[in-house]
């Protein structure tokens, strides 16, 4: 059985990158993997409406249909932390260093067995985690309807630091 494919923050709100080839690669990883189910922590799902809330409102009237249909149609799986993924985010030795935020998600990552997919510069690079850098940008496309949708929601544009 493959692992579960974790995404962060970064990984979602890097389609709407100010760097192309980021952009290219977040919206790939998605287009390529409609349907499958991807893991998120509500805390990353709230990370991204707080960045969105930041932009005016006719931004956000425009981002969040495509964000609203991605979420189901890609069968995205919200979860809270439980117990077990603070413990493990407290005594793992290679999450030492980490923020708070990154060793909660890593924390749930190695509980849930899977592996986290994101273009977060603090967690890239870094083999002894389980850590896939999506970095290839590609040329997938969203099913029709989405598709419009993402091409509207392209009004939203963030910077990496954002994230």
């Given at each position: 059985m493959a692992a579960e494919r974790y995404i962060d923050a970064s990984l979602f709100m890097g389609m709407h990158s100010v760097n192309e080839a980021v952009r290219l690669a977040c919206k790939t990883f998605f287009a390529e993997r409609m349907g499958q189910t991807l893991v998120m922590s509500l805390e990353h799902v709230g990370r991204c409406d707080d960045l969105v809330w930041r932009y005016p409102r006719a931004i956000q009237d425009e981002y969040y249909p495509f964000m609203d249909n991605l979420h189901t149609d890609a069968a995205i799986r919200r979860i809270g932390y439980d117990e077990k993924s603070v413990r493990t985010a407290q005594s793992t030795p290679e999450l030492a260093g980490l923020d708070l935020g990154d060793r909660l998600l890593?924390?749930?990552?190695?509980?849930?067995?899977?592996?986290?997919?994101?273009?977060?510069?603090?967690?890239?690079?870094?083999?002894?985690?389980?850590?896939?850098?999506?970095?290839?940008?590609g040329t997938a496309r969203f099913p029709a309807l989405l598709e419009t949708l993402y091409e509207r929601s392209r009004v939203l544009r963030v910077a990496g630091q954002d994230w």
């Open positions: 890593l924390g749930m990552v190695l509980n849930g067995g899977g592996e986290l997919h994101t273009v977060n510069p603090r967690l890239t690079g870094r083999p002894e985690l389980p850590v896939r850098h999506v970095a290839s940008p």
